[in-house]
């Protein structure tokens, strides 16, 4: 399986606490986006123990990232932050790796669908409790949504199954 890289914007780091040993990285401007207490004792340990490792966009990845959103029109929606947080994205695939962008912000998302990004939202849809199904990995049992579409796990590689469950049974 392709090693997959993690890019945080600040949605991800304020959502979800539990990250893992993968390669999850952000941006410099994305910290000083993290006001709440919690999140920012969060993040601090996980930036001592490199859970959560720092890197900059190159010129040339922000200046495609400018001009793609100028044409979706998607620019006047995006903060310069968010713009960073893609053009990071873009560099890492640039250089053949594999990113996976953790956000929640629908602008971000439809960005990175135009420049065919794969990205995650760290809230759990709201539909999966309607639908009553998970999608569970059978190697380290990490919950995805019902509507996640590789079969392999992030974190361990091990199949993805489809696990039926009770009504408001919580995730
Ligand atoms: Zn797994």
């Known amino acids: 399986m392709e090693k997959k890289i993690f890019v945080l914007d600040a949605s991800a780091i304020i959502g979800s606490h539990n990250f893992h040993d993968s390669d999850n990285f952000t941006i410099n401007e994305v910290i000083s986006e993290i006001k709440d207490f919690k999140s920012k004792l969060f993040l601090q340990s996980a930036l001592e123990e490199r859970r959560i490792k720092l890197?900059?966009?190159?010129?040339?990845?922000?200046?495609?990232?400018?001009?793609?959103?100028?044409?979706?029109?998607?620019?006047?929606?995006?903060?310069?932050?968010?713009?960073?947080?893609?053009?990071l994205a873009l560099k890492f695939r640039r250089k053949g790796l594999s990113p996976v962008v953790l956000t929640?912000?629908?602008?971000?998302?439809?960005?990175?669908?135009?420049?065919?990004?794969?990205?995650?939202?760290?809230?759990?849809?709201?539909?999966?409790?309607?639908?009553n199904w998970i999608?569970?990995?059978k190697g380290c049992k990490k919950k995805y949504p019902s509507?996640?579409?590789?079969?392999?796990?992030?974190i361990c590689g091990s199949r993805i199954i489809k696990?039926?469950?009770?009504?408001?049974?919580s995730l």
Not at 55 to 81: A, F
Request: proline share 4%; with cysteine.
């Open 147 to 154: 509507d996640y579409k590789f079969d392999e796990c992030e």
């Open 163 to 169: 696990r039926k469950i009770k009504k408001n049974n």
């Open 135 to 137: 999608k569970i990995c």
């Open 104 to 131: 929640d912000d629908y602008t971000m998302q439809n960005t990175l669908k135009i420049i065919k990004i794969p990205f995650k939202s760290i809230l759990t849809p709201g539909i999966e409790e309607i639908l």
């Open 55 to 87: 890197d900059e966009p190159d010129e040339e990845d922000l200046r495609k990232v400018e001009s793609i959103t100028k044409s979706s029109g998607d620019i006047l929606r995006l903060s310069e932050v968010d713009r960073k947080v893609i053009a």
